[in-house]
């Protein structure tokens, strides 16, 4: 009931945006529990995942006495990601933004979200192929289109979290991203969910300066 398909058509050449799925516009849930990813140079065997009946309506924690608009603040600065919903901090925590490809600033929303996929691109020694990249929220807006690639997602290939490692995507500690998923609209609906005009992205603000 829980298992997924879908295929991949990878590039040899860079592709111009995040990763290499949103290239080719396929949007589907891809969880691939035997691939080995590429990353640094290093293969990595990635966590497994399961999917249940949770993952198409997580019970969403922390909201309760919470009221307003949320809006999830990245401060390249300082590699921290704050989120709030109205005036009341739900979530703060250290990032990774873009080493190899700088993380775009501006104002941005939450279109789509997938319970878990696979990113790829880069070349030579940056080249990544990193299948159950898991919890992945895109966002888009101002000159910076859906096309691109950009997202907020877990990260279990590197553990170096308040320093730029990505290729333009805000790598987050995979608990943080699965709390963070769970919180944001669109709500999960799905194993794949994308915004409406019933239910909205949650507002992203990225702003400051990564550390060289």
């Excluded at 589907?28 to 640094?40: G, I, K, R, Y």
């Excluded at 990032?95 to 279109?111: A, E, H, L, R, V």
Aim: a positive charge; aromatic letters at 12%.
């Amino acid at each position: 009931m829980f298992s997924i398909v879908a295929k991949l058509y990878l590039t040899t050449t860079k592709p111009v945006c995040a990763n290499s799925i949103s290239c080719i516009k396929n949007l589907n849930v891809d969880v691939e529990n035997e691939a080995l990813a590429t990353f640094n140079n290093q293969k990595i065997t990635p966590p497994k995942i399961v999917l249940t009946a949770y993952d198409l309506k997580p019970l969403v924690l922390g909201t309760e006495t919470a009221s307003g608009e949320k809006h999830i603040y990245v401060d390249l600065t300082k590699q921290t990601l704050y989120a709030y919903q109205g005036d009341t901090l739900f979530m703060q925590t250290l990032i990774s933004s873009g080493k190899w490809f700088k993380t775009p600033t501006g104002d941005f929303q939450i279109w789509i979200k997938l319970r878990a996929t696979r990113m790829s691109g880069g070349s030579g020694a940056d080249y990544y192929n990193l299948p159950n990249v898991p919890f992945v929220m895109f966002f888009a807006g101002g000159d910076i289109s859906q096309s691109r690639g950009f997202s907020l997602h877990g990260t279990y290939w590197h553990n170096n979290f308040g320093h730029p490692m990505s290729h333009g995507c805000v790598n987050m500690r995979t608990m943080d991203a699965e709390k963070l998923y769970n919180w944001v609209n669109p709500l999960t609906n799905g194993y794949t969910t994308r915004a409406s005009q019933q239910d909205q992205g949650t507002k992203i603000t990225i702003y400051g300066q990564a550390p060289i």
